[in-house]
């Protein structure tokens, strides 16, 4: 039965950016209602999160959680878990805070991120990175904590020292809302992107190019990209963007939408 359930999954995201993670979860429901435990995945962007929920829907007796170190966490790890466990399982996080000298050096969540790539370490092994004027908190996978505490030395070309933190000293995520009625000529993404970041339709052209664009957290393949009701568009450094409301064309036949940006 389980093995049915599984091919079904692949079978369903097959081809799309998607298929890789689906499977990995997939083998990882299966083991866990093999052996009526748990088992972790590694951490999991917001797209990552419903595929772990639509696999959990798709095997019976599964549970699924999630949890990335604090209230608001954008990646976050899935818990699959057997509903007859009733153990309290770990979600193996631990948070490592590098700091560096702000009055010589502005580094990024950018920079950050690309120094850990640099490592060789896995994307799914590091959740949020909160980056801030003089540290950044990464939060990690346990088993990788003490791996960056002898290796990263280095973000950029500033030198860093890092010691473990505590989760608990991670605010939660406060997210400021705008709400924005505007009128598109169409649908397409670069349509929206520009209403909703404020830019002209080919500067949406040129960051859908530069890779900076995703809707529904996979990457936009081409500014004629329909959009509809309900769906999420990120920026990377400008925020992100619902599609709240689609409200029907106007006398001049545009369409009235209301979008809101989350900053």
Same mark, same amino acid.
């Given at each position: 039965?389980?093995? %049915?359930?599984?091919? +079904? /999954?692949?079978?369903?995201? *097959?081809?799309?950016?998607?298929?890789?993670?689906?499977?990995?979860?997939?083998?990882?429901?299966?083991?866990?209602?093999?052996?009526?435990?748990?088992?972790?995945?590694?951490?999991?962007?917001?797209?990552?999160?419903?595929?772990?929920?639509?696999?959990?829907?798709?095997?019976?007796?599964?549970?699924?959680?999630?949890?990335?170190?604090?209230?608001?966490?954008?990646?976050?790890?899935?818990?699959?878990?057997?509903?007859?466990?009733?153990?309290?399982?770990?979600? #193996?996080?631990?948070?490592?805070?590098?700091?560096?000298?702000?009055?010589?050096?502005? @580094?990024?969540?950018?920079? $950050? @991120?690309?120094?850990?790539?640099?490592?060789?370490?896995?994307?799914?092994? /590091?959740?949020?990175?909160?980056?801030?004027?003089?540290?950044?908190?990464?939060?990690?996978?346990? +088993?990788?904590?003490?791996? !960056?505490?002898?290796?990263?030395?280095?973000?950029?070309?500033?030198?860093?020292?890092?010691?473990?933190?505590?989760?608990?000293?991670?605010?939660?995520?406060?997210?400021?809302? *705008?709400?924005?009625?505007?009128?598109?000529?169409?649908?397409?993404?670069?349509? /929206?992107?520009?209403?909703?970041?404020?830019?002209?339709?080919?500067?949406?052209?040129?960051? /859908?190019?530069?890779?900076?664009?995703?809707?529904?957290?996979?990457? $936009?393949?081409?500014?004629?990209?329909?959009?509809? #009701?309900?769906?999420?568009?990120?920026?990377?450094?400008?925020?992100?963007?619902?599609?709240? %409301? $689609?409200?029907?064309?106007?006398? +001049?036949?545009?369409?009235?939408? !209301?979008?809101?940006?989350?900053?």
């Amino acid at each position: 039965m389980a093995s %049915e359930q599984r091919e +079904k /999954i692949v079978r369903f995201y *097959k081809g799309t950016e998607g298929e890789e993670i689906a499977s990995k979860l997939a083998d990882l429901a299966e083991q866990a209602l093999r052996s009526q435990k748990f088992r972790l995945s590694g951490f999991l962007d917001p797209y990552g999160q419903d595929i772990a929920e639509t696999v959990a829907a798709n095997f019976p007796g599964l549970k699924v959680d999630f949890f990335g170190g604090y209230q608001g966490a954008e990646r976050q790890r899935a818990l699959l878990m057997d509903a007859s466990f009733g153990g309290k399982p770990s979600y #193996e996080l631990a948070v490592v805070k590098a700091a560096w000298n702000s009055q010589f050096t502005r @580094l990024s969540h950018r920079d $950050v @991120l690309g120094s850990l790539m640099g490592l060789g370490i896995e994307r799914d092994c /590091i959740g949020d990175i909160i980056a801030t004027g003089d540290y950044a908190k990464i939060i990690a996978d346990k +088993k990788m904590a003490d791996y !960056l505490l002898l290796n990263l030395t280095q973000i950029g070309s500033s030198g860093v020292t890092c010691e473990l933190d505590d989760l608990s000293s991670i605010a939660p995520r406060e997210e400021r809302c *705008k709400e924005i009625k505007a009128t598109v000529a169409s649908l397409r993404v670069d349509s /929206i992107a520009a209403a909703g970041f404020g830019s002209s339709r080919s500067r949406a052209a040129a960051d /859908i190019a530069a890779d900076k664009l995703k809707l529904n957290w996979q990457p $936009v393949k081409n500014a004629s990209q329909m959009v509809k #009701e309900g769906d999420v568009l990120s920026m990377r450094g400008r925020g992100r963007l619902e599609v709240a %409301e $689609v409200r029907g064309q106007t006398k +001049k036949g545009r369409i009235g939408v !209301l979008l809101k940006r989350y900053m």
